[in-house]
């Protein structure tokens, strides 16, 4: 009989400011990149590794999971593309329903093709609203999904749309710029949605400075993912454990 767990949702709501580090296992997966990665993380003290991309294999992401399973103790948490992108040895998974979006494959079909191993699965099974908004660049989740995003000055459209899913059964709230996005998504999505009600809210794409950190952070958001940034400058890490330092 399958029994949800709740460890990780209920930490997601715990505080704001909590930082997730994404890893695109089609990108690196080998212990070669990932175990300094870690070692940074963990001297940083993020609070949890997302992994998952719009196109990674499910070999990469199983490799690169276990990695960081038999490397560190920060929760791994699943951030799937597509329905294959599972693993049993991850602490949760993002059940994602691209609710911007109007494509039945990504509101349900990818669901339903993987729910009979999921349901055999240990993991953690979080459902989520998913909410693609603008961050001025055509962001591949955009592409592989075929979808367009909400306008950046459309907050009530944003804040709607994460209302009517949470009605709706949802218990996280995921606002997304697409990775590598120009713009992050504007903190009055977070601010207003945060005043109607108490659902944690993942904020990511575009995250590169310490004053983003700190504005997602004051706006009320629970996680930040930053993945990109850290590509292209890891050290990014200290700035990202000073945040930790100063505001825990
Ligand atoms: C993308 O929210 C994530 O889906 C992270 O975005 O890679 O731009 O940090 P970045």
Redesign the pocket.
Known sequence: MFENKTNIWERFGESTGQIAV?IDPEKTNTEAELIPLIEKATFAKIDYFFVGGSTVLRKDLEKTVQILKASSTIPVVLFPGSSTQLSNDADALLFLSLVSGRNPDFLITHHVNCIEELIQMNVEVIPTAYILVDGGTKSS?AYVSQTTPIPRDQTNIGVNTALAAILQGKKLVYF?A????KETVPVEFIQKLKKSIHTPIIV????RTSEDLIAFKKAGANVL?????LEENIDFLLDIQAFKTIMD
């Open positions: 994404l989740v997304d697409g990775s590598g996005a990511g794409g575009g995250i993912v930053i993945g990109n940034h």
